[in-house]
Nanobody, 123 residues
Framework: QVHLVESGGGLVQAGGSLRLSCAPS????????MGWYRQAPGNQRELVAV???????NYADSVKGRFTISRDNAKNTEYLQMDNVKPENTAVYYC?????????????????WGRGTQEAVFS
């Protein structure tokens, strides 16, 4: 079963930077939207940033101006550059990719997820 593999998490001081990467474990065709989500202890998983195949991005308000999502379509990889991190950014970060397939009845979407990478920010 193909899944996504995150890397780059770790311990960082507040105000510092961290770069997360995500690549598929195997071949995934027709990836459309890619994104990053996070889940802090006791909280639900929430959207951090998404990027379309054409490069259009959308961010959670709390990370705008500090986080940057990017992707390499040739490699089906995505990245999350996190600058000026804050203690409240501590969470497990998950990458996501949506693959679309045109069916007779319409379009089906399959979600691929990574298993998460822990990021901890200390002050």
């Amino acid at each position: 079963q193909v899944h996504l593999v995150e890397s780059g998490g770790g311990l960082v001081q507040a105000g510092g930077s961290l770069r997360l990467s995500c690549a598929p474990s195997g071949s995934i065709l027709r990836i459309n939207e890619m994104g990053w989500y996070r889940q802090a202890p006791g909280n639900q998983r929430e959207l951090v940033a998404v990027i379309s195949s054409g490069g259009i991005t959308n961010y959670a308000d709390s990370v705008k101006g500090r986080f940057t999502i990017s992707r390499d379509n040739a490699k089906n990889t995505e990245y999350l550059q996190m600058d000026n991190v804050k203690p409240e950014n501590t969470a497990v970060y998950y990458c996501n990719a949506k693959s679309t397939t045109r069916e007779v009845w319409g379009v089906s979407i399959k979600d691929y997820w990574g298993r998460g990478t822990q990021e901890a920010v200390f002050s």
